[in-house]
């Protein structure tokens, strides 16, 4: 009997050993005979997520975080192992997020194509992709608590403001209220009435510009007169006759400019000669003014005038004398 009770309590100690073992393996998640691959995720924050946490992939366990590290440049690096026959993602993402209300976390596998559009989440994506390496690019969203705590404080900056609208809103302000669109009124009139003069005045610039539109009208009829009396004198020939007549006009002034050019041409040429010529007439004019040579001599004595009178008054003496006695001056014979 006492071989028997030894025999059965190591029994029951074994096999309490071996449930504690199973559950043991079970809890950390341990796969007994199979390879796990471990990979590392980075984050800036990885929030309530800690060692042993699940990593799930699409809802489905697929391994544990191994461990969690500062590393260089303001990062934390986890470790997530993964279990052996699970195929990740070509490019994942890692996701960490609280799993229930708990308090529980789990990193979650997504493609890096299919992220949640969440602008937080995929800015810190893209700064762990441009960190570089070969580590899976992490982030983190907000918790539970964190949540709840926003709610909460959103809630009580809503009742705040609830609170002051309603002390804003009193008897007083209803009564500035109403007396503001009185005074809105008042001002819509105003506007009324200045929209209804400045619509008289638009009615008045209206009917003095219909007035130039028949001005225009008249000028327009009076241009085509004019045009159709133009057409008809140009069929008629007068005003090709007039076009053939300007022409002859301005062939004559070429021609008398050309005559003009030559002379000047001419005169160009005779320049030289007509300098001397000029030098001459006014060498012999300033003799004469000097009384200088025979000419100014001449010019300066009156006697010879007078004499040269009295020589003419005898000339015409001696003529007259001719013609009275002939023969007193000329004998003709003729044998």
Known sequence: MRRENE?????????ALAVVVAGALWLS??????????????????????????????????GRVEGIRLAQGNWVEADLKIYAGVQAPPKPAVIAASASLFGEW?????????????????????????????????????DIGQLTAQASRIATDIATVSSRIQSAFDSEAVLEL???????GQVANRIARVTNEQANVLGSVGQNLQQGSEVLAKAATNLQVTLGR?????NQGQLATILNNSAATSTDLRAASQDFRELLDAAHKNQESLVRVLVAADSVMSRIANRTGTLGLLVA????????????IQLRQ???DIQANPRKYFTFSVF
Do not use: C
């Not at 133009?230 to 140009?234: E, G, I, Q």
């Open 7 to 15: 025999f059965a309590v190591g029994l029951v100690v074994i096999a």
């Open 29 to 62: 998640g341990a796969h007994l005979g199979k390879a796990e691959a471990v990979y590392t995720a980075r984050f800036r924050t990885v929030g309530g997520l800690s060692v042993g946490d699940p990593v799930v992939l699409r809802g489905v366990r697929v």
């Open 106 to 142: 789990a990193a979650s596998l997504v493609p890096l194509e299919q992220l949640p559009n969440d602008p937080n989440v995929r800015q810190a994506i893209a700064e762990a992709v441009a960190a570089g390496g070969n580590k899976w690019p992490g982030a983190t969203l907000p």
């Open 178 to 184: 109403r007396s503001s669109i009185k005074d809105f």
């Open 230 to 234: 133009v057409d008809s004198a140009t």
């Open 301 to 312: 004595d009156s006697t010879l005038y007078r004499e040269t009178t009295l020589t003419m």
């Open 318 to 320: 001696l003529l007259s």
